[in-house]
Structure formats: structure tokens, C-alpha cells
């Protein structure tokens, strides 16, 4: 079923469509397809929530728009959104097939669908399309045909029909459906009785929709046409006007007010009705609408229309102050000029002159489209004087008489006339291409009198001031400055060198009974004192130095302006001028031949590229709405992009967007946003400014400016608010909607990191402690074996000193031990004399043995005393050899004494011997026995001394010298070697 709601002045949009009467101001009308909503092409039906979202049941699911952003929310399984209703918790319930449930905020402020199909039992969850939902006190109801579905308290309540539902509603202001067998049910005391019986109703003839019609009745359109409900008695409805085509279908109903109705078709568009069933107007597409088939309208709480069709949606700007002016007649041709004269309202234009009888009523733009055309061709202008018409054409200079052009001269093309004096005689000057043109007033009309001296300029921007001067302008020459009087006429220009801006650009008009100059660079004002002109007083707080071209004031003393593209009114009625613009005519004026015609403060007509548009200024400036800024979506964007909030709050509100235990974390790699925002007001986008800012970024508030969205990337880690707000052109402006945020620092930011970092301080501070210290201790060391390498090289000199003293001692101890040697030898010598001399003895005493002499008188006896007693003398040289040995071998026989006592002489005579170096024969001479016995002799030494075989005796004996003489001189005698070969006995 299709449902919408209305409200509408008396007003609906162009004209009949089949002859029906209509008024002259048009409606504005956006046309939405769907590839500018992304969505499917039929809309089944519309509601706004709190904050002036609109939602609409699509083909592919939920849509919703703000104003700038479409957004689709389809269902899980995809089907066809064919309800929709907002209730009493603000949930949005949405029903399709198969599926009912509703759409709610999620915690990051994304709508997200909420079944309610898991309620019902699982013997009816199986269901056709649901066609309407109702709320009901606190419960929702969800029709489809084979069921109703109660949402009440958590729980889903089955109402199953005798045969089939055919409609759910609120009839008289009680919950009603129809079934198809028994009628209109009532639902009381939770079960469903009967309300009106089938027998009531006509054959074959269902509700589909119903609104109120007053008390206690109700006004209902069916599957036949429209039916009125009083009480229980249902009585046809008829619909009268010559545009009504029998049997046409009607697909929904909305009351506008409590006097009109809006009836939309399938095929013919919709009607505006009276209580009394009398079409008041139509639209259909050639009114501007996509198609004629309209599934559902709604009327937002600004009273714009909003329309459901078949293919895209509509808006219709039903309220606004401004309207379009064109009718067919008119062929779209380009407006110059309006002029109330007498009993009508004439308009100039590109393609002819038109009248319109003067409206009897406050809102001209409510007049009926009764348009005349008086004459085809191009007009430039009109203008009255001495209570007469006057028409500046293309073809010419003519008198618009009651439905006709009276010729006043054939001289091509006339823009414009202005009167010289006041009294019945005076002069006309008539602006056209050669220059100006005279004619004079009189009794019977004008008279022609030619031009005005030589100027040849086109004059179209003409003005007289007090003093009869006319003043020129040209856009490429300057200003003229042309003075009549004596019949003679004298022409000045100026230009920048007279005070203005440039020579260029320049229009003249006459604005408060002053002549001013609109220029490139303000408003200026002539100068009579000092001839030239000057920056204006009263304008130059207003405009500054911006271009403006165009200037009109009005009976209430405001002054309407053109800067650009753009129209606008300095409005006087505070203590303060305030400076209004109207974004909604931006681009539609006709550039270089803009036109201001104030009638009044409700009717003020603007010459268009198409037509006229038509102002009521009082209805204006009270549309100043109140104003509400929505932040609609924040994006963050990095590795990943994440849905930062989707635009609601938890509970719809738009007071507050978040608590404060709700602020969302953003990753320091996912720090670039894209924030967007909205303010519902459909009908004034144009009129709408945003400014924004990031606290924690932003140093302050962004310009005003119409974007909608704002990007911001790789913010530093911290907490950020963003503030935006709107404005319109009427200066009101809204509280700002904020919502904040937090960057989460990178891992090297946090607070963990920096502990770490302070503890890695600590340790580089202690590691460059330590290492200074050893640097120190390094440095100190360095010094030190400086110090030990100076010591040790001073003690390397003092040794290389002592080593020279040691070797000068040691070369004298060698000299002396030579010299001893050289005694030893001596005595070593005499030992061996000693041998031989024994060996004589001997021989001797063999010889005396043998010969048998007696012993003591031989001859022989006394020889060998004598050689005993050169013995003798021989033992006495070995104590004195014994003696240098010890000197020269550092004590060594006494060491041997000491150490091994069992030593007998000569074996301590033999260890000299071997300590010498002597051979085993030179021993054995010295020892008187043979080799053999020298070697006998050393192995029984070897013995005592105790010393194993692989041990060299020679060895043995120089190890303990040296040992003898390290303990007596301190290490330092530097006289013998570690060890001496021993020549008699290498092995031994």
C-alpha cells in the first residue's frame, strides 16, 4: 500500500493539464533518477525522521538523504523494501518479503538491520510482501496477506485472516483491517471484531489508504475509486473537474490541510482536491514531473513534496517565496521588464509583450494563468509617463494602448524613456541606438523633436537628476554628462580621470533621488563641488570595492542589486543594513539586461533568461528556518579504510552524537579522515554555507564555503574535536555539531615506548657513563703504561747501563777467571806431572820388587823417598787448586761438600775434573788410573750424587754453579749460560 502525508498553500504547480485554469508562479522542481541515488527505480514509500532525514522504501532497500548524500541500506536477503513507518522508539521498521525487522544505529553510528523474523514462530515464518506497517500505542503491526505480525513487547503476535488481508490502517483513530471475506475488522482488547460488515462496502471494493475528513470521518481511496467513511456508513466520493479522466486509479492519498487533499495516479501525475472532491490543479511530467505514475507522496516538515514514482523521486518546493514565471505562452522568452499599469501587470520580453490582469490578492504568484499577448517582437522596455504606456522595441517607439502598439516612431530600436521635467509640457528623452531621442508631451501624445545634439552613443542606462542633467553610461566609454539647457546641448565624459575606477564597466541609475554609479569597484556618487565622482558614503560599509552592476531601490527604501551572476537586497528595515543574497536565482537572471520591479514587499519580479521570477520578500525573510548541521559520515583512511561513525547517534538524537565513554580510537597508520555533513534543508542547499574545524589541528574556523565534506590526513597522535556548523543567506546560523576522536600514537609513541625509551636512556646514559669511564680508566691506563714504557725504557737504558757495567764486570771476572783457569791449568798440569811421576814410583817399586834388593839401604829405596816426597809437595798444590777452583766455580767443591758429605776426595777431584771440561783421559793421567777406571768412577759419582743416567754429570755440576752464583749475586751475573756442552761426555 502507498502512504504520504501533505500540507500545500492553495497552491500545486504550472496549470491544468487538460484546460484546467492554473496560477503563473511556478514551483521548483528537482528530478532524482535513480542513477543519482544509486538505488532502484520505484519507491514505495517516504518518511522523515526527527532530524530531517528522509528515508524512502526502495526496490533495493532502504534509501536515505540529507540533503546532499544518498545512502542504500539493502536488506540481508535483497528483496523489495515495499513499507516503511518511523516509530513511537524512532526505529525505522521496514518490511519486504520474507523479511521484517527494523533499522537502528550500531556502535559506530551506522544504520544496521535488526530482525524480527527470529520472533516470529517457525510455522509462520514463511510470508509474502509486507504491505503496511501501523503503530499502535506502543506496538507495531505488519500486514501481509496472509498475516498480521504484532510487535509487542519483544514478542511477535500471529493474526492469521478468514481469508485475506487486504488492508492495515487507522480509520477514525482506531487500528482497523479489512479482510476479505468478512469486511473492516476493528482490533479491541487484543483481538480483531467487526467494524463495518462486507455488505456495507462496494462489491469487490477494498481500502488502500485513508486520511481525515473531519470528526469521526474519513476520506479513503479503494482499488475503484474513493469512498467517504462516516462513522460505519460508507458513501461514494465523487471527484469533479474537466481534467478528471473516469476510472482512473488512484494509488495514494494525503490530507494538505484541512480543506485540500492531494490524490496521486498511476498514470495522470497528481491532483490537488477541495473537501468538496473539485480538482483544484494537476501535475503530470509535462509539468516537470519524471513520469505520471506516482506510487507515493510526502510533505517533509518544511512543506516540500517529496513524490515516489514509479522510475526516481521528485521535489517539489512548494513553500518557498520565490517562484518561476513562465507559461507556454510566453515560448520561454528572455524577460527585460514588468510594469503595473492600471488594471494589469505587463511584462516585456524577447518575444513580445504580454498583460496579465492585476491580481486582486496580496501573492501576485497566486494569480491565474491568464496571460495576453498585446504584440510579438523584441522589447526592450517599459516605462510610464504622463499616464502613459510607453513600449522601447527593436522596430521601434511605441504606445501600448488597452490590447494594442500605437507608433510613436519608426527609428530603430528604443531602450528606454525618462521625462525632464514634471509639469504636462515637458520633455521625454528616449534612450535608443543612435543616441538619445527628444520628443515633447503634449495634448495628444508625443511628438518627435530628434535627437539630442551630436551624441551618438547607444544610451541605454539613462538618467535625469534634479537639475535636469542627464547622465549617460556606456559599458565601454564611461559616464556622459549631458546638460540641455539653452537649447544647446553639452556632453562631458568621465572616466578615471573624474574620479572613477576605470572607463570601463560603468551604469548609471538613479537611486534615492541620487544619480550613482555602479563600477567594478563600488558604488560611486557625483561630486557637483569638484566635478567628479567619489566613492559613495551610504555604500561603501556595504560593498566595499566589489563590482556591481546593477541597482534598484524600493518603496520601503531597500535597494535591490546585481553583483555578477548574482542578485541580491541591501535590506534597511533593521538599525543595521544587512546584505541578503538570493543563491536560489544564482545564473538565471539575464546577464547585461538585468531587471528589478518592486510592486511591493510580497511582489517583486526579476526579468529572467526564461521568464520572470517572482519574490514575495516578506514571505522571505521569514522562511529563515531554524538551522541544524548533521555530520553524516567520518571515514578514516590508511592500510585500511574503517567507517570511523555512520552519521547517527544511538537514539537518533542529533543533541548529543557520543558520550563520553564513546570516543572512538584511530589508528596512527589509519589517521587520514574524510568527514562529510549535511543540513537538511531541501529547499534552500543553494542557500547554505559551512564552516568547520578541527580543535587539537585547525588553529580556527575555516571560511565559509558550500562543501559539504573535508579531508584531513596524517594527523599527529592526540585527541581532536571537529566542529562544523551552517549559515544561510538570511545571516541565521546553527549551534555546531561536534564529534571527537582520538589518534592513537604508533607503537614508538606510547606511553610503554617511552618508559622504554627513558629506561634505554637511563642505560645509554649509564653505557656512556660507563664507557667515559673506561675511556677514563683507558686514558688512565695509557698513562700509565706511558708511564711503565718511559720506566721501562729508562729501565731498559739503567739495565742497558747495568749490562754494560755487568759486561765490563764480567769481561774483567772472565779475564780473571781466565787468569785462574790459566792457574788451574798450571795446577792441572802438575797433577798430571804428579800421574806420571807416580806411575814412575811405581815402576820403580815393580823394578826393586823383582830384583829382590833389601828396602832399606837400596839405592833404589831412597830414590822412591824422594819421589814421595815431591808428592808431598804435589798434595800441597791440589789444596791450592782446590782453593782457585772454588773461586773461579762459585764455591762448587764446598756446595758438593755441603750437600752430599759422603763425597770422598777424589771424587770430588773427578767432579772438578769433569766440571773443567777435561777429557776421560786427561782425568785419568791427573787421577793416576786408566780410562776404564775414570769411567767406573763416574758412574759411582753418579750414584752418590743420586742423579738419574739420562741426566748429563757435566750438566748436573753447571746447573748447580749456576745456581750457587744466582743466590749470591741476585740474578744479575750474566756470567754463565743456562747450559754447556760437555766435551768429554756429550751423552753423559
Known sequence: MLFCRLLLPVFLLMMYSAGAQSYIGLRQIRNFEKQDYNGGSQNWNIRQDQNGILYFANNEGLLTYDGIYWTLFPLPNKTIVRSLEIGPDKRLYVGGQDEIGYFAPDQSGKLSFNS???????????????????PSGKDIFFRSSQKIFQYSQGKMIVHRPHSTWLFLGM????????????????FRDRSWTSYINKASLPPNDYFRMVASYGRDSSLAITNNGIVLVSGQTVTPFTISGQNVEPGILISSLLQVDEHHYVLGTYSKGFYLINKAGRVVETFTRKDGLQNSNVRSVFKDRNNN?????????D???????????????????????????QDALYFAMSNGIFKLPLPAIKDFSYAPDNFQLIAEGQTWGLSVLNNMLLAGRHDGFFRVTKDSLATVSKTTGYWTFSQVRNDPSSLVIAGNYQGLGLFALTGNGLTEQGQVGS???????????????????????????????????TVRLYTNDKGLPSALNNHVYKVRNKVLIATEKGIYEYDKVNDRFQPSPLFRDIFAEQGVRYLKDDALGNIWFVQEKNIGVVDFSDLKPRLIYLPELQGKILSGFENVYPVDEHNIFVGGEKGFYHINYEKYKQSNRPLNVYIRKIMSAGKEDTLLFGGYAADFSAAVLQTSDNIPSVAYDNSSLHIEYAAPLFEQTANLEYSYVLEGFDNGWSAWSKKTEKDYTSLPPG??????????????ESQPAVYSFVVVPPWYQTTSARILYALMGVMLVAVLYQKHRKKLRQEREKHIQEQKQLAYLHQLEM????????RLKNEKLES???????????????????????????????????SGMDKSDSPEVKKLLKILNEEEKLNEEWEQFSVHFDKVHSDLLVTLKEKYPALRGHELKLCAYLRMNLSSKEIAQLMSISVRGVEISRYRLRKKLQIPTETNLFQFLFDLQRDNLTASNGNHSGVLPDKMPDPLNPQA
Open 116 to 134: 524480527l523474523k527470529d520472533l516470529i514462530p517457525p510455522a509462520d515464518q514463511q510470508f509474502a510482501d509486507i504491505w503496511d506497517i501501523v
Open 171 to 186: 480509520l477514525n483513530g482506531q487500528l482497523v483491517a479489512q479482510d476479505e471475506r468478512t469486511g473492516v475488522l476493528v
Open 305 to 313: 513534496i517529496w513524490l515516489g514514482l514509479d522510475s526516481g523521486i
Open 315 to 341: 521535489f517539489i518546493a512548494f513553500d518557498n517565496a520565490i517562484k518561476h514565471i513562465n507559461p507556454s505562452i510566453m515560448n520561454g522568452g528572455s524577460g527585460y521588464t514588468v510594469l503595473a499599469y
Open 455 to 489: 551624441f551618438s552613443e547607444s544610451a541605454r542606462f539613462v538618467v535625469i537628476d534634479n537639475d535636469n542633467i542627464i547622465w549617460v553610461s556606456h559599458p565601454y566609454r564611461g559616464v556622459y554628462k549631458i546638460d540641455i539647457a539653452d537649447g544647446a546641448a
Open 719 to 732: 585527541r581532536y574535536d571537529f566542529k562544523v556548523k551552517v549559515r544561510n543567506n538570511l545571516m541565521g
Open 799 to 806: 739495565e742497558k747501563s747495568e749490562k754494560e757495567l755487568m
Open 816 to 850: 780473571e777467571i781466565e787468569y785462574k783457569n790459566s792457574e788451574l791449568a798450571t795446577t792441572a798440569m802438575h797433577l798430571v806431572q804428579k800421574g806420571e811421576l807416580l806411575i814412575k814410583v811405581k815402576d820403580e817399586l815393580q823394578h826393586i820388587n823383582k
